[in-house]
């Protein structure tokens, strides 16, 4: 059956294999890609190899009618127990990162949308360059960090940026100025069809160690507060305005440890969805409901998802 149906779709639309050898997979199962563990069969997963690569996919995804979005590590999102039917542009491969002085001899750091947070971070330990600290330990790609407006400690992405190169729904590219984007909390306003193709970010010279010491005590606080030995996608929900955290909220209203299925409110912290082991994405669904339920009718405020569902309903 399986067979069937990777043949089918691949002789739908393009000649996928020679137009994109090696760079697309059919049929995946979605949850061996999330953070969460959660997720049914993906129909097309494509893995461009450059941004040239991902212009052309997309143009080609666009002449033949196949919805399709783009995703980064898979850390903010789940996908549907009945999976996606497109195509998901995985980012992975274009993570190519490069720091630069500009003529005022300020330092710039640049990432492709694939490169992962992480991967600045360390750059910036290394070279002692201050302003990302707060970005270690959050596990997502640039592209799903510019994405989210991601964000810790009182920070988020937004302030260092510089410029963001963006793709359109033709695949041209075109470099934004930080001025010219509208950030707000855990979102960029990106019209529809854009996606990130790259981001430049502004970091200062620090002295020696000072960065990777800070750096060490983020990874600690985290390691000690989220209950990373489980799967799960970060924070469930933004922070309300002019409120306590939703992770508090959540405790105070004595929900922590409560689940649907394998699907639990964390123990170690109440904004965190830990997947026990059985977890569907159904199970995911029914306890987020539960809790914006629970959390209404106790506080009258309704808590809006972080975490971005993709897949058929
Ligand atoms: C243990 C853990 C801790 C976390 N801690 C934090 C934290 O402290 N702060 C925080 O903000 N988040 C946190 N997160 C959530 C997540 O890591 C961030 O939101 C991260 O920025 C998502 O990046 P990603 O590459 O995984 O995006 P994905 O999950 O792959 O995608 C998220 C969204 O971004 C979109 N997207 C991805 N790439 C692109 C692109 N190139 N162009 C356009 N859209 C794109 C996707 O379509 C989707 O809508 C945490 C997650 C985990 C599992």
Redesign the pocket.
Known sequence: MDIMMTAEKQKEGPSWDVLFPHAVSFDQPGYNYT?MGVGGKIDRIMCPRSASELGDMVSLLRTHHIPY?????????IVTDKGFRGALIW?KNLDRVWAERDKNHAQKITAQ?GALLMELVGLTMRENLTGLEFCGG????V???V??N???YGHSVSESIVAVTLMDGEGRTRAWEREDLFFEY?NVHLSPGH??VDATFQVFPAAQGQVEAKVSKIMADRMAK?P?NYK????IFKNPKNHAPAGHLIEEAGLKGYAVGDAAISEKHGNFIINRGGASAADILALIEHVQETIFLRYGILLEPEI?VIGEQ
């Open positions: 953070s979005t783009v995703v980064g590590n898979w850390t903010n999102l980012t949308a959050i596990p997502g790609t592209g799903g960090a994405r989210m991601a964000g810790a855990r996606l990130i989220h990373l799960n996608a970060g924070s971005k």
